[in-house]
Every structure is written in C-alpha cells, then in structure tokens.
C-alpha cells in the first residue's frame, strides 16, 4: 500500500465521558503520549511535574497546550523533545520511541535562539549544513524559507540588525530547514508586542498550512491557542495533568475576523472559566 494512503489510516479515540457518540476518528498519531509522569528528584526532594498524561497527535494537526504556570507544559515539550527523560510512561514519533533530540522534531522557544554570529541565511542553513547537504541545495532551502517568512531582503543580516518579530521568523524557518516532521513552540511569542503577535500568528498559519508540520505549541494567551488550533489540551496543576480537550470549530483556513465569531467568543469564555479554578 503506497505511504500516503497509510499515514491517512484512521484509528478511533475512545472518549469516555460523551459514551459512543464521542467516538470519534484521529490521523494516525505522529505523537503518542501514553501514561506518561515526570517526576523531579534529589536527594531531598520529589517533585512530580506530570502524572499520568495520554494524548495523540494527529499528522499535521496544530494541537495547543494551554494552562496555569507551573502546570508542566514546558515539560511536557521538553520530554518530546527529548531534552527531558520521563519518569515513566511513553512518547512516540511516528511509532518509535523518542529516546533523545532528533531532527525530526524542530524546537523553537519564546527566547530568541539564533546564532549572532550567523547572518539570516547562515542561521537558516545551519542544521542542513550539520546534516551534509550540499551547498547547492543548503542554497535553495534557505531561498525557499526566506520567501516563506517574508524575510528575503535580510538575507545577509545579522540578528541584532533584526526588530523581535523579524527574529522569531528566522527561527521558524531555521527549524523548518531541518525538514521536521513536527514542530514543538513553547511560547515563541510571548515576548512580542501585541501587533507584532498577531502578524506571527497569520504568518505561522500560513507556513503550516504550506509546510505541512505537526505542531504542538505551548501558549498562555486563550485568544492566540483557539485562532492558530485545530485541537486546544488545557492542563491543570497539583501534578500537571490533562484536564479537558477542546475541538476548535473554526475552519482551518482562518481570517483575522474569526476572532469575533460566536463560536470563538463562545470557547474563549470557556476556556477562560476552566482556568479560572
Ligand atoms: N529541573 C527541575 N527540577 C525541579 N523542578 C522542576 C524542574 N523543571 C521544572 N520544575 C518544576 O516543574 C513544574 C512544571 O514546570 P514547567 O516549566 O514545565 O511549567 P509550565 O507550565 O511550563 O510553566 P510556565 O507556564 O510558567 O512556563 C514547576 O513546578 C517547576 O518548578
């Protein structure tokens, strides 16, 4: 059977709490979380940061993560990553174990992460360049990615010569250099002016839709988690755990105007009550 007709394979997520008609279709999981915990230990202390966390995700679905600090988001990234070991439990990509970093998964964070030695382009070529790629075509990825980002003119800039926002799409289009088949982004935002955010949350909807990436994003802003996800996972504390997933009924080609549909308005509100408590 060719590939494509096999990563379009369904499997079917039980949901208990809404009985059989909650049975509903998932794209085989890229992600797979099973029983997973995490806890903190030295000598003196335990800590455990996550207990008990299952979750699946589909090829190319934007799934966000939202919930109160210190609830393990940053964990939960970390361990899919492959930063972070887990404790116990298990993460999977694409069926095989995650046992450490890999190329695969492309990370980028609220901080800004880029070579300041490296011009733009350098910054962008850098991961093909660790894998080998030849000059030629390091060449045509970085032209490809600038275009997407919409950074072409800075090709040869450095990263202070760049405004915040300029800087966050580098390192987008640095992770997705590499090719990966997910993209994990804990707060890339967050330290952008609120013009700025929404600009990267267009532009980011726009590299997904072309690019074709699994994302798991990490946000505290209820407004940005229901315009950029397909799937919203909200977390609680007092060890992190799943509280509830929510179905984001927008459609997926979204226009800065959603933001004042009634279905919008709607799971703001309740998601804003949930984290409330
Ligand atoms: N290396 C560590 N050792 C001990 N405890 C840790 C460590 N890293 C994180 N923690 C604890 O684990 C919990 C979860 O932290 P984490 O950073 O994952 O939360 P978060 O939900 O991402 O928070 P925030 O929204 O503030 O970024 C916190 O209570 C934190 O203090």
């Not at 707060?187 to 726009?206: C, H, N, R």
Request: glycine share 10%; with cysteine; proline share 6%.
């Amino acid at each position: 059977m060719a590939m494509e007709a096999l990563k379009r394979e369904t499997i079917f997520e039980e949901q208990p709490a809404e009985g059989k008609t909650g049975v509903r279709a998932v794209p085989r999981g890229e992600i797979a979380i099973r029983g997973l915990q995490k806890v903190y230990e030295t000598k003196k202390s335990r800590f455990e940061a996550l207990r008990n966390i299952d979750l699946n995700i589909g090829t190319n679905e934007f799934v966000t993560i939202v919930g109160p600090s210190g609830c393990g988001k940053s964990t939960l990234l970390r361990i899919v990553a492959g930063l972070d070991e887990l404790t116990a439990g298990s993460v999977a990509l694409g069926g095989e174990e995650v046992i450490g970093p890999g190329a695969e998964r492309g990370m980028v964070f609220q901080g800004y992460t880029l070579f300041p030695w490296l011009t733009v382009r350098e910054n962008i070529e850098y991961g093909p360049k660790l894998k080998g790629i030849p000059t030629l075509e390091r060449r045509a990825l970085s032209n490809h990615f600038l275009k997407v980002i919409k950074l072409e003119p800075f090709a040869g800039a450095y990263p202070k010569q760049l405004s915040g926002g300029m800087k966050q799409r580098v390192a987008i289009a640095r992770a997705l250099a590499n090719r990966p088949k997910v993209l994990l982004m804990d707060e890339p935002f967050g330290a952008l002016d609120a013009q700025t955010k929404l600009e990267m949350q267009e532009m980011l909807l726009e590299v997904w839709e072309k690019e074709k990436t699994t994302v798991l994003f990490i946000t505290h802003d209820i407004d940005e988690a229901i315009f950029l996800s397909q799937r919203i996972v909200v977390m609680g504390a007092g060890p992190g755990r799943i509280l509830k997933t929510f179905e984001v009924p927008l459609p997926d080609k979204r226009s800065p105007e959603v933001r004042e549909l009634p279905e919008f308005l709607a799971l703001k509100r309740e998601l804003g009550q949930l984290l409330k408590h």
